[in-house]
């Protein structure tokens, strides 16, 4: 006598729903995806008790065949698909056909829907079963009503989170599909608060602005490019402006909004030196693609997506973003205080929007300059720092420019310093001043990350060969970093025990503290261990820069001044430092006059 026996439908559905169905955010990204798959523009979301009590989903697409209904809700039922082939050309958004038994399996749903040419209809389901179907009174399209969700699964009810945050979770899943279909006009309502309303008028930029309010959607840059295989809209926010996670870096993969840990990351990068040490950026991202080249069927839900050709695309989105913010002229400038902008519901709602101190205290960062050509470099006549440290800091400006490099800041003439710190300067258009020590990371951070990507080192023997000792631990760490310290053009020399032989160096090394210097250079190395020579040559310069920078509380002379204003100028950017602090505050003339009430 076999044991064996098929589990019953509505038990298979329900452990189905355990994948589909983990939150009331589940249930909103199904019920929404399903009416924007039906052709809706218009969707309307009310939710009550975070979902948990009641969420309705009205959309005007095609609505239902009255006898179709009840097939929706069995399990991998879909009109989307009828073959394998399919699978790999589906462009809609949902294609596995479970959502709906899932849902319907551990909750209450009410369905209304009629198409144009036919009548209304009602049908009710409780726990996956219909228990009513009636002709009634509807408008073209669909309504679906989910109550008591998780009614009868009380494992999976103890498991939700609080209840704001299970409604931070709905409305991030909202922002996404509201960003991945600007096309749609979708309102949201949470009791009789409005977490969400868009236009539908197909502008991205206008649901940014819906969504994260009007001070960032003031600061987004737009940009786009492409590969055979790939084409990109980037849609970045500027540095300025961060967020303490990654969570607002949204992904849009051919018109859905996907999760990809590399691509994230090549965004991060992208924006990498402009952003403060863990603060993160706010940027949609628009790939299109072959969908032949998309695995989406990886995680039940969707977001999870395999790439072939992911390097390509990581790279492009890296550059893009780097290109297009390195051209941004990033002069945060000072502003009168303002009256403090209206926060969106969302902002008031979502706990974990944290904002940069744009209101409530001055100064306001912001960027307005305009991009006009700067005319008169000329103005300089540089002459070496004296009293620093014989670094050659012009070489920069010979080496072979790989992007657009120089000549970004307004002429600037140097009117004194403040502090030993900061230097004040007078421009057409206002007064300048710059974080001295600032200034100098930037300046040799980007020469550093030049000569340590340089493959034909010029080497310099030294006299006599550097002795260093090290510990076992960081002897053994050694042997594994050598090769990378070798490309970066730094050769250790085994010598027995911990000791190690350093013959001859890079000729650009700093020759004050050389010591110093290579052993931060292997520090780096050791603690970056398993990194590759990019992201070495980056932290490595990042790390020299900021150790062989004349600190605040140094007094120079006017000459020094022009000097560094003008290797300033020479850089791919000048305006922040490789951690991500202003390098240039500006106050332009109309609001000193404002200051001084010349001016209302
Ligand atoms: P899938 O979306 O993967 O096909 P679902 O269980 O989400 O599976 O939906 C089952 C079917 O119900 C869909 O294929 C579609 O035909 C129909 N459907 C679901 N929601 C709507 C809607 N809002 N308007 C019209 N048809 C819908
Ligand atoms: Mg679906």
């Excluded at 589906?90 to 009629?114: D, M, N, P, Y």
Aim: proline share 6%.
């Amino acid at each position: 006598m076999g044991i064996i026996q098929e589990l019953p439908e509505q038990l298979a559905n329900r452990i189905a729903a355990g994948e589909v169905v983990e939150r009331p955010a589940s249930v909103v990204k199904e019920l929404v995806e399903n009416a924007i798959d039906a052709g809706a523009t218009k969707v309307e979301v009310d939710l009550e008790e975070a979902g948990i009590r009641l969420i309705k989903v009205r959309d005007n697409g095609h609505g239902f065949y009255e006898e179709d209904a009840p097939r929706a809700f069995l399990r991998h039922a879909t009109s989307k698909i009828r073959d394998e082939h399919d699978l790999f050309r589906i462009r809609t958004l949902g294609f596995r056909g479970e959502a709906l038994a899932s849902i319907a399996s551990v909750s209450h749903v009410t369905l209304k829907s009629r198409r144009t040419e036919e009548d209304g209809f009602e049908m009710t389901l409780q726990g996956g079963v219909v228990t009513a179907q009636t002709p009634a009174a509807a408008n073209v399209g669909t309504e679906i009503a989910v109550s008591q969700l998780f009614y009868n699964t009380p494992a999976r009810l103890k498991y939700l989170k609080t209840s704001a945050t299970e409604l931070a979770s709905i409305t991030d899943t909202l922002n996404r599909i509201a960003l991945s279909h600007p096309e749609v006009r979708l309102t949201a309502f949470h009791e009789d608060k409005e977490l969400l309303r868009t236009s539908g008028n197909g502008d991205i930029k206008q649901v940014m602005l819906a969504i994260y309010g009007r001070q960032v959607a003031a600061q987004i840059v737009t940009a786009s490019s492409k590969t055979n295989d790939y084409s990109l809209s980037a849609h970045l926010v500027r540095p300025e402006v961060t967020r303490s996670n990654k969570q607002y870096v949204t992904l849009i993969l051919n018109g859905r909004s996907i999760k990809n840990f590399a691509l994230t990351q090549s965004v991060l990068e992208g924006y990498h030196t402009l952003l403060p040490i863990g603060r993160y950026p706010i940027a949609v991202l628009e790939v299109n693609m072959d969908p032949m080249l998309i695995d989406v069927n990886v995680h039940p839900t969707k977001r999870e997506v395999r790439l072939s050709k992911e390097k390509e695309l990581c790279q492009l989105i890296r550059e893009t973003v780097q290109l297009t913010l390195r051209e941004q002229r990033l002069i945060p400038s000072v502003k009168p205080k303002e009256r403090p902008a209206q926060r969106t519901e969302q902002e008031r709602l979502d706990f974990t929007v944290e904002r940069i101190p744009v209101t409530d205290e001055a100064p306001t960062w912001n960027y307005p300059l305009p991009r006009e050509p700067v005319t008169s470099p000329s103005r300089w006549s540089p002459t070496p720092l004296v009293n620093e440290a014989p670094e050659p800091i012009d070489s920069i400006v010979e080496s072979e420019a790989v992007e657009t490099k120089g000549e970004r800041l307004p002429p600037l003439d140097v009117i004194g310093q403040l502090h030993a710190s900061y230097i004040v300067c007078g421009a057409e258009d206002g007064m300048y001043v710059i974080d001295q020590h600032a200034a100098q990371e930037r300046i040799k951070y980007e020469l550093f990350y030049e000569q340590l990507g340089n493959p034909d080192k010029e080497y310099q023997l030294l006299l006599l060969p550097l002795t260093l000792e090290f510990t076992q631990e960081e002897t053994l760490a050694i042997e594994e970093v050598a090769p990378l310290l070798k490309e970066a053009g730094l050769e250790l020399e085994p010598f027995g025990g911990n000791t190690f032989l350093v013959r001859e160096i890079p000729t650009w090394y700093p020759q004050h503290d050389l010591e110093g210097t290579v052993r931060d250079l292997i520090e780096m190395a050791i603690r970056d261990r398993s990194v590759n020579l990019a992201k070495y040559r980056e932290d490595a310069s990042i790390l020299m820069a900021c150790k062989r920078s004349i600190k605040a509380n140094h007094p120079l002379n006017h000459e020094m001044m022009q000097q560094l204003i003008h290797d300033l100028n020479q850089t791919t950017s000048p305006y922040t430092c490789p951690h991500g602090r202003p390098i240039l505050v500006k106050w332009s003339t109309y609001e000193l006059e404002k200051l001084f009430k010349r001016v209302m």
